[in-house]
């Protein structure tokens, strides 16, 4: 089976294993997916994510990140760029996120970045989803 939206799986996985508690999820693996499980990771959304070898195009395994009280540390976590209808900013009119509580993914020339990244580095490109 193939899949006709990559980025928008990855991101339902990990919404649905979030909303049910679970402490890993499993991703088909690609450079965009591996892109945006490395931004999660070092805006401290989840855990770590690691690569499985499967003999075809691996898989990447997310672990997710709870609070002590047991609540996910991704509440919301939203598409914006769809392949209908690709959204692309630059680095003056990227969406700030809760009023700067969450992040916007996008994909740049310098590769996956965060908002706040892409601010920094003064770039901007096609945002991807939205997480808070």
């Keep these: 089976m193939s899949l006709?939206?990559?980025i928008a799986d990855m991101l339902?996985?990990?919404r649905n294993a979030a909303r049910i508690g679970k402490s890993e999820?499993?991703?088909?693996?690609?450079?965009?997916?591996?892109?945006i499980a490395s931004v999660l990771e070092k805006e401290g959304y989840i855990k770590?994510?690691?690569?499985?070898?499967?003999?075809?195009?691996?898989?990447?395994?997310?672990f997710l990140k709870y609070g002590s009280d047991g609540?996910?540390?991704?509440?919301?976590l939203t598409?914006?760029?769809r392949p209908g209808?690709?959204?692309y900013f630059g680095v003056d009119r990227l969406p700030i996120v809760m009023g700067?509580?969450?992040?916007?993914?996008?994909?740049?020339?310098?590769?996956v970045l965060s908002d706040r990244s892409c601010r920094e580095a003064n770039v901007g490109g096609e945002v991807v989803c939205t997480v808070s």
């Design 25 to 35: 999820v499993h991703v088909k693996a690609s450079k965009i997916c591996a892109g």
């Design 4 to 6: 006709s939206d990559p």
């Design 79 to 81: 598409r914006v760029s």
């Design 100 to 111: 700067g509580l969450g992040i916007a993914i996008v994909s740049t020339s310098n590769g």
């Design 12 to 14: 339902t996985r990990i």
């Design 48 to 62: 770590s994510f690691d690569r499985i070898e499967d003999g075809k195009q691996g898989i990447l395994r997310v």
């Design 85 to 87: 209808r690709r959204t």
């Design 71 to 76: 609540r996910s540390a991704i509440t919301t």
